[in-house]
């Protein structure tokens, strides 16, 4: 279901120019207008709960490419999740500096991130720490090849003491979404 708020005059002159000088704004003008994307918006002065007024659905957010991967740290009550909804690999999700805390509020659980690309040795680039690992879904399976190096650089423990402290099997990719 579509809202409709209302705008200040700056709001409305940056939206719509001098000569159209219309004080609202509903899904339909944003649906008909491809400059205008949850990035612009935003930078205007609407803040998460106008956007969600205009737009309960975010997927049709999604699906009219009208939010982009690295605006959904801006929205955590939407609860886009970075892998499904976004389609993002492990690379944009390190390069958007994601958190750990964000991807477990939003649903992304570590069969997530595997499906995303994670590897041992791309895990360096997230630098999460081991409690944070293992609340996202670690389990010992995926440790299998970790060498004390890796270990030490990752966690700054060797690798029988990550071990002890990871489940010994995966939920599955289905689980704890």
Same mark, same amino acid.
């Not at 930078?43 to 309960?56: A, D, W």
């Not at 489940?167 to 689980?175: D, L, V, W």
């Given at each position: 279901?579509?809202?409709?708020?209302?705008?200040?005059?700056?709001?409305?002159?940056?939206?719509?120019? =001098?000569?159209?000088?219309?004080?609202?704004?509903? =899904?339909?003008?944003?649906?008909?207008?491809?400059?205008?994307?949850?990035? @612009?918006?935003?930078? #205007?002065?609407?803040?998460?709960?106008? #956007?969600? /007024?205009?737009?309960?659905?975010?997927?049709? =957010?999604?699906?009219?490419?009208?939010?982009?991967? $690295?605006?959904?740290?801006?929205?955590?009550?939407?609860?886009?999740?970075?892998?499904?909804?976004?389609?993002?690999?492990?690379?944009?999700?390190?390069?958007?500096?994601?958190?750990?805390?964000?991807?477990?509020?939003?649903?992304? /659980?570590?069969?997530?991130?595997?499906?995303?690309?994670?590897?041992?040795?791309?895990? #360096?680039?997230? @630098?999460?720490?081991?409690?944070?690992?293992?609340?996202?879904?670690?389990?010992?399976?995926?440790?299998?090849? #970790?060498?004390?190096?890796?270990?030490?650089?990752?966690?700054?423990?060797? @690798?029988?003491?990550?071990?002890? $402290?990871?489940?010994?099997? $995966?939920?599955?990719?289905?689980?704890?979404?």
């Amino acid at each position: 279901m579509s809202g409709v708020i209302h705008l200040t005059s700056s709001q409305s002159v940056a939206l719509y120019g =001098w000569w159209k000088p219309l004080r609202i704004l509903n =899904w339909k003008i944003i649906a008909e207008r491809e400059d205008l994307t949850f990035r @612009k918006l935003h930078s #205007l002065g609407l803040n998460e709960n106008q #956007l969600l /007024t205009i737009q309960t659905d975010k997927n049709a =957010w999604i699906s009219n490419k009208r939010i982009e991967l $690295c605006d959904i740290m801006l929205v955590p009550s939407w609860r886009i999740h970075a892998t499904r909804d976004m389609n993002a690999t492990i690379v944009e999700i390190a390069r958007m500096n994601m958190s750990a805390e964000f991807l477990q509020h939003t649903g992304v /659980t570590f069969a997530d991130l595997i499906g995303a690309g994670l590897t041992l040795n791309m895990m #360096l680039i997230l @630098k999460f720490d081991l409690i944070s690992w293992v609340h996202l879904g670690l389990y010992r399976d995926f440790l299998q090849d #970790l060498t004390d190096v890796q270990s030490i650089s990752l966690f700054s423990m060797p @690798k029988s003491y990550v071990i002890q $402290c990871v489940k010994e099997t $995966c939920a599955g990719p289905n689980a704890a979404v």
